[in-house]
């Protein structure tokens, strides 16, 4: 990074970029420091309100992992994105800030109450960068519901995963997610339903991928026997 995007009339937008992705680095290698310099740096060349709050969310992150929680979350108060992708991130950060001080209960609740909050369906948006990476609403949702379970590793519990159904009702991979962690956590009447939605979203035919997971391939044979016998009794 230092070499190719060290010139001096480097275009401010992609200096900008090229900072956060230094930062992103640092971050890898445990240079807190190092990453709220470049972060820090990086939100004085902001280009555009959507950046800007990206990069308040990134700098919050950077200050969690320097065990500056508190000041993260002093600081987050007053990031309001715009994107819904941002708005999921924001909550997600938040949560992990209060856990990193200690209040893992508080961090769930947090979580799961802007999870809640949300519009179902979740607004179709483009992608937002974050961290290097292009979030939509939706790939955003999938991520803070398995942070959420994350946060709180002892079970798995239902509605979070039925809740992402309903924001993301026409996704595949949210399908496939809930099915796979509503099985995972024994909750097989649901894990049926979502697993059924999944087949129904990919045409009619269970995906390509179902085969490699014994949870999913379980899901897949229930389903299977119970077609065959319903074709049985109708004969």
Do not use: C, M, Y
């Amino acid at each position: 990074l230092d070499e190719v995007f060290a010139e001096p009339d480097l275009p401010t937008d992609l200096r900008q970029r090229a900072l956060r992705a230094r930062a992103l680095s640092h971050l890898k290698r445990g240079e807190t420091d190092a990453a709220l310099a470049d972060v820090e740096e990086a939100a004085t060349l902001a280009v555009s309100p959507r950046v800007r709050q990206a990069t308040a969310l990134e700098h919050a992150q950077a200050l969690i992992s320097a065990e500056r929680a508190e000041e993260a979350l002093t600081e987050l108060d007053g990031v309001e994105p715009d994107h819904p992708a941002l708005v999921i991130w924001k909550a997600l950060i938040v949560a992990r800030g209060e856990a990193a001080a200690g209040r893992a209960q508080e961090a769930v609740r947090t979580l799961d109450a802007a999870l809640e909050a949300l519009p179902r369906p979740l607004p179709e948006a483009p992608p937002v960068e974050f961290s290097l990476t292009p979030w939509t609403p939706v790939e955003a949702a999938i991520h803070a519901t398995k942070s959420l379970q994350d946060l709180a590793p002892l079970f798995v519990r239902a509605e979070p995963w039925t809740r992402l159904l309903e924001l993301a009702p026409q996704d595949l991979v949210a399908a496939l997610e809930a099915a796979r962690a509503l099985a995972r956590g024994g909750h097989e009447g649901e894990a049926a339903r979502a697993w059924a939605w999944a087949v129904s979203l990919n045409g009619g035919q269970a995906p390509e991928n179902a085969a490699s997971h014994p949870d999913l391939a379980a899901l897949e044979k229930k389903r299977v026997e119970g077609l065959k016998a319903k074709t049985s009794g109708g004969r």
